[in-house]
């Protein structure tokens, strides 16, 4: 790696990673449900959740490995791919008439190598668009449903700059950026329903270049993304309600 990236990336992780000294102490003895979580970001937001006495419910496509090594009483492990909507439905029995305080939505896919107009895999778009999309929308209806109701305060969406229809500049990726961008307009929706009918805050963010098996080339580390994202969390999240920031609470363009 040349000098002028390395002085780049540590520019990057200056901006965004978490201060040493950050201290989490609002979010204890919540209810968490977190997808995607065997890996990267939906793995550290796992760990540090469970060491700060939360109870958390995490979803995963194939492996589970990950999951499995915490062995933690209050770690609850469902797999569900996202993939195919209906799979969702199963979520209903670990949180029926049960308290569930926050939803992040972690779970992504990229949609596959060949993303140019020329030569997009179809099937792999409708995954892809369940996955990154639709699945936050059965997602919230099933856990409405179910769960111990008005325990719900906050539905997270863990989402990437590429959805920003202002700041594509490069084209192509159509699969990833369409089906995020999908995501955004979904969360701003879920924002105006679910304020008004249930007092739940929706808001988007951007974690940045995070190293994980989505993005094996990314700059920041995932557990320290995970701390500044928990310290999102433990802010007023009203102010929060149908926006789309980035790491330091700056807001993004849609």
Known sequence: ????????????????????????????????????????????LTKEFLNLNNSVLATYNESNDNLLKLKNDKLKICQCDQSVIENISKIKDFILNQPLNIIINNAGVWGGKNQSLENINYENFSQAINVNA???????????????????????????????????????????????????????????DLKKDYNINVFSICPGSVETKLNPNGI???????????????????????????????????
Do not use: Q
Not at 16 to 40: E, Q, V, W, Y
Not at 163 to 178: D, L
Not at 220 to 249: C, H, R, T, W
């Open 134 to 192: 639709v699945s936050i929308l059965k997602l919230s209806e099933v856990v409405l449903k179910y769960s111990k109701k008005n325990s719900l305060n906050t539905i997270l969406n863990i989402s990437t700059l590429y959805s920003s229809t202002e700041h594509n500049t490069t084209g192509r990726n159509y699969v990833y950026k369409g089906t995020k961008n999908l995501m955004n307009s979904f969360s701003k929706n879920l924002s105006i």
């Open 1 to 44: 790696m040349g000098l002028r990236r390395l002085i780049k990336n540590y520019i990057y992780r200056k901006k965004f990673n978490a201060p040493k000294n950050l201290i989490i102490k609002k979010i204890k003895n919540s209810n968490i449900l977190i997808t995607g979580a065997n890996s990267g970001i939906g793995l550290e």
């Open 220 to 254: 920041l580390n995932p557990n320290k993304v995970a701390l500044s994202i928990i310290n999102i969390l433990e802010s007023s999240n009203e102010e929060l309600n149908g926006k789309f920031i980035d790491l330091n609470k700056n807001i993004l363009p849609w």
